[in-house]
């Protein structure tokens, strides 16, 4: 059974950063994709970041240039670095992961709190 535990949320002044962790069971080199979505207060789940295994990566254009997206094989885990956090950005984030048969996996999310 895969499981994704996302951790990193906290509270955080605007303009500053912040790096969440996805931590997988299981090889995150083995999915297709991983993919950082983030739903705010009565707005629908967005894409924020996603990784494929082949390494290329794409964002949404609202973190183009201040979101990165990574992965470190040997620690199954995967980053979403967050520069120049504002107030929209407040979501709670969660990590999904999509495998070769197009099975999903969600973890249970990270609150982000960006405050002024």
């Known amino acids: 059974q895969v499981q994704l535990v996302e951790s990193g949320g906290v509270s955080v002044q605007l303009g500053g950063s912040l790096r969440l962790s996805c931590a997988a069971s299981?090889?995150?080199?083995?999915?297709?994709?991983i993919t950082w979505y983030r739903q705010a207060p009565g707005k629908e789940r967005e894409l924020v970041a996603r990784?494929?295994?082949?390494?290329?990566?794409n964002y949404a254009d609202s973190v183009k240039g201040r979101f990165t997206i990574s992965r470190d094989n040997a620690k199954n885990t995967v980053y979403l670095q967050m520069n120049g956090l504002k107030a929209e950005d407040k979501a709670v984030y969660y990590c999904?992961?999509?495998?070769?048969?197009?099975?999903?996996?969600w973890g249970q999310g990270t609150q982000v709190t960006v405050s002024s």
């Open positions: 990784i494929f295994s082949t390494g290329a990566t």
């Open positions: 299981g090889s995150t080199f083995s999915f297709y994709a």
């Open positions: 999904n992961a999509r495998d070769l048969l197009a099975n999903n996996y």
